[in-house]
C-alpha cells in the first residue's frame, strides 16, 4: 500500500446523515465478511492452501490479503493506529508477488489467517463507530469503508472464479435464477446520438476510474437488447468461427491456434455429441438459453465480426445503460436511481449462473435494453484508458498502473458481483486473453444514416 493521497479527494454531494452512513457501510463490510467466510468454509484446509490454478492466487491468500488491505486503510490510514502485522505486507501485495508464485511464500495457514481477519474486523467496527465522516477525503462520506468492501467483494468474485476452477465435487449451491417469462419484443434498439454524462463526481464511493463526470457525445447506433446466448454462439462455431481466420484479430487467432481452443472455456463435447459444460463441479448441457460466459475478448470480437456486428464501445455501452432520453439525464443504474433488487439483476452470488437472456424485465434500461447489470461481465471494444480530468485516489496502483491498450473494459457485473461493487458508472478491465473470469457480451452496429 501507498501512501494515502489526502491531496485529491473524490467530490461529493451533501453527505447524509453520519448514522445512516455508519449503518450502509457497516452492512456492506458485513455482507463481504459473510461472503467471504461461505467461500472459505465450505472446503477443507487443503484446498484452502492449494493452488487450483497458476491463474489464481490459494484461497488462503486472498483471506488473508483481505485483512492486510482492511488493517493497513482503516486501522492504520483512517483511524492512525500502529501496524499488527507489519511483517506481512510484503507478503500479501499483489504487485509484488504474481498469483503462480504465492504458493511458495511462508502463508499464513488457514486458522491464523482466519483469526488475523477476524481481528482486524473487530477493531474497524470500533473504527467506524468513533471516525467522523467529512472532513477528511478518505473518510467523507465513509468512502475508505465502502472502498474496502467493495475490494473484499471483488476478491470474493476472485475466489468464485478459483472455485470454478478447482477439481473434484461440487462445494457451493445455490437456487437456480428464475425463468424469463416476458421475452424482449425487439432483439435491438436504436439508441439516439447526441451528448449524455458518462462517469460520475457525485457517487459517494465511486472509485477513481469512474470520476468525474463528463459529457461524450455518442453518434446514434443499435445495440441487442440482451446479451449474446449459448444458442447463438453454438450458430457461431458450428459455422466454422473457429477455424476461419477472417473473424479474427491476429493475436486472438494466433492465441487460438496455439492452445487448440474451439469453444467456451469449461465446455466439453464427447464423440461428436452434444456440449456440455461444467459449473462449479456440476456437469450439464450448454443451455441454448443462457448468456454466453468464459469467453475471452478475442472470441467475443470474433463472433461480432462473423455475425457483421461489433462490440459496442465503452460509451456506447454506459449510454444504452444510463441514459433516459425523457429526462435527458443519465442514471444510476438502467431502472433508475434505487438500488438493485432481487427483481431488478442477478448479483450478489445469489444464483450461481447467469439467468436466461430476457430475464429481469424490472431492470430495464429506459430504452429496453435488459441484462446490463448483472448476469455476466460483458466485454466492449475499448482500451482501459482514464477520463478527461481523472485523479488518481487514494493510490496509483488501483486504476492508474493498468491504463492502456493492454487491457479491454468489461461493463456491467456478472451473478458473482456484489451490488456494492456494481453500478452504471462501475469500470473493469482485464487482458483480452482471459477466459476463466465470468464474462460475456452483447453487440451492436452503427445507425443507417437519416
Wanted: proline fraction near 10%.
Amino acid at each position: 500500500m501507498t501512501a494515502p493521497d489526502t491531496t485529491a479527494a473524490p467530490e461529493s454531494t451533501d453527505a447524509p446523515d453520519e448514522a445512516a452512513l455508519r449503518q450502509r457501510a457497516t452492512a456492506a463490510l458485513s455482507t463481504a465478511r459473510d461472503r467471504t467466510a461461505l467461500l472459505t468454509s465450505c472446503v477443507e484446509d487443503g484446498e484452502l492452501t492449494a493452488q487450483h490454478s497458476p491463474l489464481m492466487s490459494p484461497l488462503v491468500w486472498d483471506l488473508a490479503h483481505i485483512g492486510n488491505q482492511e488493517e493497513q486503510w482503516l486501522w492504520r490510514a483512517v483511524a492512525g493506529r500502529a501496524a499488527l502485522r507489519p511483517e506481512i505486507d510484503s507478503m500479501y501485495d499483489a504487485f509484488e508477488h504474481p498469483r503462480a508464485t504465492r504458493p511458495t511464500l511462508p502463508l499464513l495457514a488457514p486458522a491464523e489467517a482466519r483469526a488475523y481477519a477476524a481481528d482486524v474486523r473487530d477493531r474497524v467496527l470500533g473504527v467506524l463507530d468513533g471516525t467522523r465522516l467529512e472532513g477528511r477525503p478518505l473518510v467523507e462520506s465513509a468512502f475508505a469503508f465502502g472502498m474496502i468492501a467493495q475490494h473484499e467483494q471483488q476478491h470474493d468474485e476472485t475466489m468464485l472464479i478459483t472455485h470454478q476452477l478447482r477439481t473434484g465435487p461440487a462445494a457451493l449451491s445455490a437456487p437456480p435464477p428464475p425463468v424469463a417469462v416476458d421475452p424482449p419484443v425487439a432483439s435491438e434498439v436504436l439508441v439516439p446520438g447526441g451528448p449524455f454524462t458518462m462517469g460520475t463526481s457525485d457517487e459517494p464511493w465511486a472509485l477513481d476510474n469512474e470520476r468525474p463526470a463528463h459529457t461524450r457525445i455518442v453518434p446514434s447506433f443499435l445495440i441487442d437488447t440482451v446479451p449474446v446466448s449459448n444458442g447463438a454462439y453454438l450458430a457461431f462455431m458450428a459455422d466454422g468461427g473457429y477455424r476461419d481466420e477472417r473473424w479474427w484479430d491476429p493475436a486472438g487467432w494466433a492465441q487460438i491456434r496455439e492452445h487448440g481452443i474451439e469453444a467456451p472455456l469449461f465446455w466439453r463435447r464427447e464423440g461428436g455429441g452434444e456440449w456440455t459444460r461444467r459449473r462449479f463441479g456440476v456437469t450439464g448441457a450448454v443451455d441454448p438459453d443462457e448468456p454466453v460466459l468464459h469467453v475471452s475478448w478475442y472470441e467475443a470480437d470474433a463472433y461480432a465480426r462473423w455475425a457483421g456486428r461489433r462490440l459496442p464501445t465503452e460509451e456506447e455501452w454506459e449510454k444504452a445503460a444510463r441514459h433516459d432520453p425523457a429526462g435527458g439525464r443519465s442514471l444510476r443504474y438502467p431502472w433508475g436511481d434505487a438500488e438493485p433488487g432481487p427483481e431488478h439483476a442477478n448479483l450478489g452470488q445469489r444464483h450461481l449462473a447467469p439467468a436466461p437472456v430476457g430475464s429481469y424485465p424490472a431492470g430495464a434500461s429506459p430504452l429496453g435494453v435488459r441484462q446490463l447489470i448483472g448476469d455476466v461481465w460483458e466485454w466492449t471494444a475499448s482500451d482501459f484508458l482514464p477520463y478527461p480530468g481523472f485523479r488518481a485516489f487514494p493510490y496509483k496502483e488501483y486504476s492508474e498502473v493498468f491504463f492502456g491498450p493492454e487491457h479491454k473494459v468489461l461493463r456491467g457485473g456478472s451473478f458473482a458481483v456484489d451490488p456494492v461493487a456494481c453500478r452504471g458508472t462501475f469500470r473493469n478491465w482485464d487482458l483480452p486473453v482471459r477466459r476463466q473470469i465470468f464474462a460475456g457480451f452483447r453487440t451492436a452496429r452503427d445507425a443507417e444514416p437519416a
